[in-house]
């Protein structure tokens, strides 16, 4: 790695901009873009970092990445669209964007942010991405940036929506009651009936004192699960 510490000062911008395979008519733009504000520091010469693209791009994306799942899922709920989005859009997926991408090799970093792992920092490689996007908005608008990230957002969506299928029900309902402001859902045990060998137990799910659904299972745990799973059928999101 010691090789690579100062990668970005070894080649063009224009370089940098082909191997990343962004175009940028205002290079500067990508170059500010990588550009961590511990760099500032060492290289008192350079004027701005990254932080205000980070801002914009954080914007962009959010629109941008509503609008693609409105469009690409046309009929999904609200709530499982919100639900989405912020997985798509938390630290960890962006990271992993610019990870594929190869963003860590070429972000500008202060000596302390290279030699403590800032290029493989899942924080420092989520806002570098989000300042190539606000960098490439302004360079080329809303529609160069949706051209960008749709294949990426295709990819990750559908692993994410594959990832829940595994996930346990309650997990899932609890995310969504979340995503939406709710409180966390109260499951009730309504009844418990039969011989203790062969006891069936009734329970029902409340979610801010409203019942969402309802399940039977030889085992409180199994009965709790068939409710949760009845609630995500209510709502839409099975």
């Given at each position: 790695?010691g090789?690579?510490?100062d ?7 224009q370089?940098i901009s ?6 940028f008519i205002?290079?500067?733009l990508l170059?500010?873009?990588l550009?961590h504000?511990s ?6 010469e350079t ?5 205000r693209?980070?801002f914009?791009?954080?914007?962009v ?5 509503g609008?693609w ?8 709920p609200?709530g ?9 859009v938390?630290?960890?997926?962006l990271?992993?964007f610019a990870?594929e ?6 972000m500008r970093?202060g ?5 403590g ?5 899942p924080?420092l490689l989520c806002a ?9 908005y302004?360079?080329?608008?809303i529609?160069r940036?949706?051209?960008?990230i749709a294949?990426?957002?295709?990819s990750a969506?559908?692993r ?8 346990d ?5 609890q ?27 009734e329970?029902?799910?409340?979610i801010?004192?409203?019942k969402?659904g ?6 409180k ?6 409710a949760?799973r009845?609630a ?7």
């Amino acid at each position: 790695m010691g090789n690579n510490l100062d990668k970005q000062e070894e080649i063009t911008p224009q370089e940098i901009s082909q191997q990343l395979g962004l175009k940028f008519i205002n290079v500067p733009l990508l170059i500010r873009a990588l550009t961590h504000r511990s760099y500032l520091n060492e290289h008192p010469e350079t004027l701005e970092d990254n932080e205000r693209l980070e801002f914009l791009g954080d914007a962009v994306l959010d629109f941008l990445v509503g609008a693609w799942l409105y469009n690409r899922y046309p009929e999904m709920p609200e709530g499982y669209l919100t639900r989405l989005r912020s997985a798509i859009v938390r630290t960890e997926q962006l990271a992993r964007f610019a990870q594929e991408m190869g963003l860590g090799e070429y972000m500008r970093l202060g000596r302390g942010e290279r030699e403590g792992g800032g290029r493989e920092k899942p924080a420092l490689l989520c806002a570098t991405f989000e300042a190539i996007i606000g960098a490439l908005y302004l360079d080329q608008g809303i529609d160069r940036v949706q051209e960008f990230i749709a294949p990426m957002l295709e990819s990750a969506a559908q692993r994410i929506l594959s990832d829940q299928k595994d996930k346990d029900p309650k997990s899932l309902l609890q995310e969504w009651a979340q995503s939406q402001g709710h409180g966390t859902p109260f499951y009730r045990v309504v009844s418990a009936r039969g011989p203790d060998h062969e006891k069936i137990f009734e329970v029902e799910v409340l979610i801010n004192g409203e019942k969402f659904g309802q399940g039977l299972g030889r085992s409180k745990q199994i009965a709790t699960k068939a409710a949760a799973r009845a609630a995500l059928t209510e709502l839409g999101l099975d």
